[in-house]
């Protein structure tokens, strides 16, 4: 299988955890983009990265959050001292620079802080 | 402030009839738009896309209409299946080349048999 793979799928944490998920995106995709989606809303752009770039980050919703994508290939978000607030879905994608329009998502990960 | 507007939350629509999902914008710099398939528990999967110089994409049976006076756009799916029971979102992006896409709040496509 070759497309965007995210772990885990779901993950359960106290409020006050810090929690990481990860995002393997398509081999060749040089663009990485993380989303949020809550009940009954669309995705929310978060944060996105061209190669080991971020390019820009103004969107992650408090300095509680932060993403890497170390070597250009991977990569992960963080949300230190969770929140209930932030229980949602966290979706990657990812694009290949010369044709980017087009996103390819991940099944995301499934949020629940207690 | 909504930049991307989806008012129908839900649609129905009988088996092998058609099926029209619309979408409302007001950022006159979006230029490149996608309509995505969520089916629960997955990501977005992509549909069909148009870009802001065309007004018409069709794709088997999927074609998506832009009207950039009117700040509209629309997706049509014939003849409609059960399968395509689904939410659906419009998502919208300017012209800063990274793509990052507004998505509107989806609409719930069910097709009765």
């Known amino acids: 299988d070759t497309g965007v793979s995210q772990n885990p799928r779901h993950k359960i944490t106290k409020r006050g955890q810090n929690v990481t998920f990860r995002c393997d995106p398509i081999?060749?995709?040089?663009?990485l983009y993380w989303y949020r989606q809550t009940l009954g809303q669309g995705p929310e752009f978060l944060t996105y990265f061209q190669n080991e770039a971020q390019l820009e980050k103004s969107r992650l919703l408090s300095d509680r959050f932060s993403a890497e994508r170390p070597k250009g290939s991977f990569s992960t978000l963080e949300i230190q001292r969770t929140e209930q607030g932030d229980s949602a879905m966290y979706l990657c994608?990812?694009?290949?620079?010369?044709?980017?329009?087009?996103?390819?998502f991940g099944s995301g990960t499934q949020l629940s802080v207690l | 402030d909504q930049q991307v507007k989806q008012n129908s939350p839900s649609l129905s629509v009988q088996e092998g009839r058609i099926s029209i999902l619309n979408c409302d914008y007001t950022n006159s710099m979006f230029d490149y738009f996608l309509w995505y398939k969520k089916y629960p528990a997955e990501g977005p999967t992509f549909l069909i896309s148009?870009?802001?110089?065309?007004d018409k994409n069709e794709d088997g049976r999927f074609t998506v209409f832009l009207n950039k006076s009117a700040k509209h756009l629309s997706l049509h799916i014939v003849p409609s299946q059960p399968g395509d029971s689904a939410v659906y979102f419009c998502?919208?992006?300017?012209?800063?080349?990274?793509?990052?896409?507004?998505f509107g709040t989806g609409t719930r496509l069910k097709v009765l048999a």
């Open positions: 994608a990812s694009s290949l620079l010369l044709s980017g329009e087009k996103l390819f």
């Open positions: 081999s060749e995709h040089n663009r």
């Open positions: 148009i870009s802001s110089i065309k």
């Open positions: 998502a919208a992006s300017g012209t800063s080349g990274t793509y990052k896409y507004i």
